[in-house]
């Protein structure tokens, strides 16, 4: 525990700030209310407060929403038309198993939710604003205040053109994937994996109501889930060794058509065809970064995609995020005074520490999934995804231990080792069986170590 020997109160306003705050989206208006609520004076800054449109964002896995619980942000999540989500449905070549998340030792509210992203962001930051101490400023960040080795607030721009600073003893950072100060707070290693393309399906109804659809498909994964009564997005992963087709000139659309369109379920294929010519498509770039935070840093700190990502394609991450969120409210409620550089130091160092747990295993998970699931000339490649997808099939233990490593509700690394050492083991016998012969043992062994080669790399960036 973080504790401040030091007996000044953190409530002495004359001393101005407590923490500056950079951007405002989920991890900065969470944090900012939970700070809020501890009595803490908070500045936050933030590029654009308008309600942000984004294609990713939209569904917080059933851990994420218990992190809202505990926060108290549960609320946020009504009032925007937010749906329940109660697990997966899992395609292949026309096949489908529905995969429910495990729930049974929750109550009944317990479950995923998915939404209009900026709907939620607004709520989020409406809650954090509604509190006295918490201020939201409408500026760009554009250099971090240093002295003597020590963060002490940042220089920001006004929409005006007016430039001005924001001091205070500490400063979080958590300015999203595109961040502009990560680099001078950690040893970033940003691996583009892929491109999302995003487009909204009205009035369409999900095969398996309530759960998100992933469709193991050509040339990658993706996926279909609700964000509001009436809406359903469709997001398809374009892997980033393929030309991104252009929107402008109609390859986009054809892509969609000709391609995408195959390989939605037949129940969907009307609304997805019309949705192309009626909606807007948009396009975002999808990478993974681990955590790699310089530990020696003096008052700041990095939170949210600033500090880690991960594919997207399993939607962990808001649900690291408030799970950040947490640890950091908890270990800074026993800091009296903010100023003391030392405890404030260990405290961001012990958060890194507490943290990697969960990180590691939604980390681990979802870039070792969005692997699998690349589509390759590789055979090898495709004899994984039907042994996985089999495997998923078997129910019981084998399917709800994946997938409660993707909600978040098991967040342990060695459940990570033992669910992916069964899949691997499953792989194996599937190739081995009925009976083994020296083809079989070779294919098998080929197999075993392509998915190894995948999977390691992406263990060892986390460790």
């Keep these: 525990m973080c504790r401040n020997s030091n007996a000044e109160s953190h409530m002495d306003a004359k001393r101005g700030n407590d923490v500056i705050i950079v951007g405002a989206g989920v991890a900065g208006s969470a944090l900012a209310y939970s700070l809020g609520k501890d009595g803490r004076k908070v500045q936050v800054i933030e590029r654009n407060l308008n309600e942000p449109n984004r294609i990713v964002g939209e569904l917080l896995q059933p851990a994420g929403y218990l992190k809202l619980l505990e926060l108290g942000l549960d609320d946020c999540v009504r009032d925007i038309d937010a749906q329940m989500v109660h697990g997966y449905a899992l395609y292949k070549d026309g096949k489908s198993v529905k995969l429910p998340y495990p729930l049974e030792n929750y109550d009944a509210d317990v479950t995923g939710q998915s939404f209009h992203h900026g709907r939620f962001v607004q709520k989020l ?87 998100a659809h ?37 390859q986009m659309a054809h892509f969609l058509k000709s391609v995408v369109a195959l390989q939605v379920p037949k129940e969907l294929y009307s609304a997805f065809i019309a949705s192309i010519d009626k909606a807007q498509i ?3 770039p999808v990478s993974c970064m681990p955590a790699k935070p310089c530990l020696t840093t003096r008052g700041a700190l990095l939170l949210g995609d600033a500090l880690n990502m991960r ?47 969960m990180a590691f295993t939604m980390n681990v998970i979802a870039d070792s999934l969005y692997k699998v699931a690349i589509s390759s000339d590789d055979e090898s490649r495709e004899e994984i995804q039907k042994a996985c997808f089999d495997y998923m099939s078997l129910g019981y233990s084998f399917s709800s231990g994946l997938v409660g490593l993707v909600s978040g509700l098991n967040p342990r690394p060695c459940s990570v080792a033992i669910n992916i050492c069964g899949v691997a083991i499953y792989v194996f016998g599937s190739i081995l069986l009925p009976v083994p012969s020296p083809k079989r043992v070779y294919s098998a062994a080929r197999v075993t170590l392509g998915a190894a080669a995948a999977v390691i790399p992406i263990i060892l960036n986390e460790v």
């Design 125 to 211: 930051r409406n809650k954090a604003a509604s509190l006295p101490n918490v201020e939201l400023v409408q500026g760009t960040a554009t250099s971090l205040i240093e002295e003597k080795g020590t963060v002490k607030g940042i220089k920001y721009k006004t929409r005006g053109g007016q430039e001005l600073t924001a001091r205070a003893p500490l400063t979080v950072i958590c300015d999203g994937c595109f961040s502009s100060f990560r680099e001078f707070l950690a040893v970033p290693k940003i691996n583009k994996l892929s491109h999302f393309v995003g487009i909204i399906a009205e009035n369409c109804q999900l095969v398996y109501p309530n759960h």
């Design 214 to 250: 992933v469709i193991l498909g050509n040339p990658s994964i993706f996926a279909i889930y609700p964000i509001s009564s009436t809406e359903v997005r469709f997001l398809i992963d374009i892997p980033a060794g393929l030309k991104l087709p252009s929107i402008s000139n109609g």
């Design 282 to 284: 948009k396009v975002m």
């Design 311 to 357: 594919h997207a394609i399993t939607g962990g991450g808001m649900t690291v995020a408030l799970h950040d969120i947490t640890i950091v409210s908890k270990l800074l409620k026993h800091v009296l005074n903010l100023y003391d550089t030392e405890t404030v130091t260990k405290c961001t160092q012990h958060f890194y520490n507490i943290r990697k747990p």
